[in-house]
């Protein structure tokens, strides 16, 4: 038995039988430069909601999966672009999270935590910081850890 909703099933037999064979594989930059333009073609101008089974039909070599997945990387990389992240960044992040006194990830806007930064690549760049510089587990307690990692990471580096 999988532990698969039906949706979930759903939308991998999609993908599936969309490749049909072919290896899915990387995007190139025109290909990103493809999908781009598509994605555009295919989003409601009102809803914004993009009709990605019509995405689908121009790239017969990738999955559903890999388009959302790559459109998702490309608007991230958008936002991201103007500016690195640094080590101030991820000491900033830290402490914000070590305030907020947060027991799990699910409890923290990673959104708002950072001004400006995606916060898919908020909530990586915070528990890659805690995984590397903390002994404490994010999964028992996060703020506890952010704080631990915080305090390891200041020692480290001249802040």
């Keep these: 038995m999988l532990d698969r909703s039906p949706g979930s099933c759903r939308d991998k037999f999609r993908d599936l039988e969309h490749v049909k064979g072919n290896q899915a594989r990387k ?4 290909m990103k430069e493809k999908l781009a333009r598509v994605v ?3 989003t409601d101008e009102k809803t914004g909601v993009v ?12 999955t559903r999966s890999q388009c959302r997945l790559m459109w998702d990387r ?3 990389e958008q936002v991201n672009q103007k ?4 080590i101030l960044n ?18 923290i806007v990673w959104e708002r935590m950072m001004t400006g930064w995606d916060g898919k690549m908020v909530k990586r760049s ?3 910081a805690i995984k590397t510089h903390s002994l404490v587990d994010p999964n028992e307690h996060l703020a506890n850890a952010a704080h631990h990692a915080l305090t390891k990471l200041k020692a480290t580096v001249q802040v």
């Design 40 to 42: 555009k073609e295919c």
């Design 126 to 128: 915070c528990l890659r």
């Design 90 to 107: 991820t000491v900033e992040l830290l402490a914000k999270v070590a305030a907020s006194g947060a027991t799990d990830e699910k409890a």
């Design 27 to 30: 995007m190139s930059p025109d």
């Design 83 to 86: 500016r690195k992240w640094t």
């Design 51 to 62: 009709n990605w089974g019509s995405v689908l039909q121009r790239f017969p070599n990738y």
């Design 74 to 76: 490309m608007k991230s």
